[in-house]
């Protein structure tokens, strides 16, 4: 059996995601979505959440391009003096491993991160992070602290498969085969840490190598490679206009993305491959438009 988790991204970072993550929600295929507690929509997007309860909502962990939740007065600093973090994932990266110090800050920035969300109110169903900073060494080791700490069961193991990828899109190909032999040696030195633990994971996760141009036409050749099991694909779906997205991320299609995750073809396309779509909790969505929705459900 083929299941999919379909997950949008940067959930709170401005009301042109929000927007789009809702309105995939209740149009069309997506599952769940991970918040950003330290985005510029954070409130807004905890009311919308609340407004659409059978949207499931992880934590997107923000620990580069982004602001610090925590209160950081040590220096060296893991952000400036007005909280917010580099937007160089490669110089972050850097920093995090190789200057220890930052370490404490790291664990209690992550915490803080955590309990802001907790407080919400909202239950917690999965942790991934922005630009999969998650995976980072120093990043999951604080983490495989803090999971069981806070009833943390499900994470996104970042990995996909190149060849399947490259077979429907061979734009930047030393950069996406950069990324699949990173990510391979980290989803490797993760898993038996989350076995360990008992945190579930899916199978394979599609989106980390073309992030951002998760187009239909795209999402159609994708769905024909999924294997067996529990996959999940995340996307970045925006509104324009939106300041916040366009100087953040100028090259992603997020209106695209939107289209993809509404588009008729791909929820009929579903239907006549058999596959599901679920969330981490395990609870299955009926897509509008289909005909297999119940009167009123999203």
């Not at 309105?23 to 997007?45: C, D, N, P, R």
């Not at 169903?125 to 495989?144: A, E, K, Q, R, Y």
């Not at 699949?180 to 840490?193: D, E, M, Q, T, Y």
């Not at 996760?205 to 795209?218: C, D, F, P, W």
Request: hydrophobic share 40%; proline share 5%.
């Amino acid at each position: 059996m083929k299941e999919l988790i379909i997950n949008a991204d940067d959930f709170g970072l401005s009301d042109g995601v929000n927007k789009a993550v809702i309105k995939a929600w209740q149009e069309g295929i997506l599952t769940s979505t991970s918040l950003m507690v330290g985005g510029g929509s954070f409130h807004e997007a905890v009311h919308l959440a609340k407004a659409n309860p059978g949207l499931q909502v992880g934590l997107h962990l923000t620990l580069v391009q982004g602001r610090a939740v925590g209160e950081h007065a040590t220096f060296p600093r893991i952000c400036d003096s007005k909280g917010f973090f580099t937007d160089d994932p490669v110089h972050a990266g850097m920093r995090y491993y190789f200057v220890r110090p930052f370490r404490k800050q790291l664990r209690r920035e992550i915490e803080a991160q955590i309990e802001a969300f907790l407080q919400t109110g909202i239950p917690l169903s999965h942790i991934d992070g922005h630009l999969n900073i998650h995976m980072h060494p120093t990043v999951f080791d604080i983490l495989c602290e803090l999971m069981p700490k806070y009833g943390i069961t499900s994470f996104r193991l970042s990995r996909e498969n190149l060849r399947s990828d490259l077979a429907i899109d061979r734009s930047r190909l030393l950069g996406k085969a950069a990324d699949a032999f990173i990510f391979s040696k980290l989803a490797n030195r993760c898993r038996p840490a989350l076995d360990r633990l008992g945190v579930g994971y899916t199978g394979e996760v599609k989106g980390l190598l073309n992030s951002g141009r998760m187009t239909e036409a795209y999402l159609l050749n994708a769905l024909e490679t999924l294997g067996d099991g529990v996959t999940e694909i995340y996307f970045h779906p925006g509104c324009l206009p939106c300041a916040e997205i366009t100087r953040r991320m100028p090259d992603y299609r997020h209106e695209e993305e939107l289209a993809a995750l509404t588009s008729p073809r791909v929820k009929a396309r579903l239907k006549e491959l058999g596959i599901g779509l679920r969330n981490y909790r395990g609870e299955v969505k009926q897509v509008v438009g289909t005909g297999d929705e119940k009167p009123g459900k999203p």
